[in-house]
């Protein structure tokens, strides 16, 4: 196993901003957004340990980590479209961007039809930004019952990510608090510009991609 430095560094980060709010660094996942990164710069950080990749999409990560896929837990953060829907339910262990009951109809017959579930996150935009994809605020519970209750789906976690004009302080508050009254345990908030803040507020999941590979 090789050293990273970056990956040391961010890592040491996770662990302070743990300790700090009462938790342990065990407590968070490193999420590696490898998303249009070459492979020159993806290779050292999985060489150095790292085994929990993000990318944003399905095609970009069939081709990246096929070969590869048994050494790595790979997760989708990016939009999904319900075309893609097979890929992705049979390529990732983590969708991180459920935001519609449309697409919450085509995964459930995805997963009864090729017995895998990967795990789902709701991504709720908490800013509601028309640019943005994620289910609004107001809207979020009865999203997340929907999709327990008509789809028999299992919603792991809920994901987010802060308007970039705003504190992000209030935005990982108010996924908390929708977490907690619907009974969901993870909470995938934070890059890398935010992450410290992130964890502040209970994040389970750290998405960084810039601070472990540098801008694209």
Not at 53 to 66: I, L, P, T
Not at 117 to 135: F, I
């Amino acid at each position: 196993m090789t050293v990273s430095p970056a990956l040391t560094d961010v890592l040491d980060r996770i662990a302070r901003a743990a300790k700090a709010s009462g938790r342990t660094r065990a407590d968070v996942t490193l999420v590696a957004v490898s998303k249009q990164q070459t492979w020159e710069r993806v290779e050292p950080i999985l060489a150095a340990g790292q085994a929990v990749f993000g990318e944003n999409r399905v095609q970009e990560a069939m081709e990246r980590w096929s070969e590869r896929r048994s050494e790595i837990e790979l997760r989708l953060i990016g939009p999904l479209q319900t075309n893609k829907a097979r890929e992705a339910v049979a390529f990732f262990d983590v969708i991180e961007t459920l935001d519609r009951e449309k697409l919450a109809g085509v995964l459930a017959e995805e997963i009864q039809k090729q017995g895998k579930a990967p795990r789902l996150y709701v991504q709720v935009n908490t800013g509601e930004e028309e640019q943005k994809a994620g289910v609004i605020p107001s809207e979020a519970d009865a999203f997340i019952a929907a999709c327990r209750q008509t789809y028999g789906l299992n919603v792991e976690g809920l994901m987010c990510i802060p308007p970039a004009v705003e504190p992000p302080g209030p935005h990982f508050a108010l996924l908390a608090k929708i977490a907690a009254r619907n009974g969901v345990e993870k909470l995938s908030m934070g890059m890398s510009d935010d992450f410290e803040t992130a964890i502040r507020f209970g994040a389970t999941s750290v998405r960084v991609g810039s601070a472990l590979f540098g801008a694209r």
